[in-house]
DNA sequence: CTCATAGTTTGATAGGAGTCGAACTTACGG
DNA sequence: CCGTAAGTTCGACTCCTATCAAACTATGAG
């Protein structure tokens, strides 16, 4: 379908983090992400009255920011935490988001 | 002068925390208050080059924020970091983005 | 009192970010 | 092979935010 590119966190600046996480929708994202039966979530599983392109498009700037991964399974792509790769670049700043 | 307000740390959201740092600028003006050798600052001695109007744009930002504090000093207004109570309500948030 | 200094406030502007509908792509199922 | 389902991409729109210049306020210095 399509390949989806992770980038190194190392690469990502705290700005960029900053900037993922200033928005409640992306919040959400994470939680239910985090909330999740088996860690991965599609994008329309998400609890959010959003329209498949804006959905679609916060995804893309998770990933971004290096705060999840995507695997594509069929027609769909499911999406999971990459908490302890970001609990080294950023410590704490993952769990703080997650419990808010 | 004017006399500013300082909000209650358990009214400001994580959002609220978040998109004050989500700015570059904000961010430097954080790091120049903690560098100061007093722990205060005022608007014109940020190095940032921006405009009188900008500087103090940001300022009531990280007010809003809770992240500092401001009092008045004859013509001057000097800013400190709430650090202490900032650590209760967002444990480790500060510490990430001085030591970024 | 007068002037300079520090910040704020007020428009105004430009750029970015969130949002959507619609068209497109890819994969699975019958 | 055709239809459906999941995401992506594109274009457009709106709203928010960072930015500045200019006018204003208040304080201290001479």
């Not at 992306?26 to 039966?37: G, H, P, W």
Request: with cysteine; aromatic share 4%.
């Amino acid at each position: 379908m399509k390949h989806y590119t992770h980038p190194d966190l190392s690469d990502v600046t705290l700005n960029t983090a900053m900037q993922a996480l200033a928005d409640p929708a992306r919040v959400a994202i994470l939680q239910a992400v985090d909330r999740s039966e088996s860690g991965e979530i599609a994008c329309n599983e998400i609890p959010l009255e959003l329209s498949k392109a804006t959905v679609s498009h916060h995804f893309e700037t998770l990933r971004a920011a290096g705060l999840i991964e995507t695997r594509v399974v069929g027609t769909k792509c499911l999406s999971s935490l990459r908490r302890k790769e970001y609990e080294e670049r950023f410590p704490g700043l993952l769990d703080l988001v997650l419990q808010a």
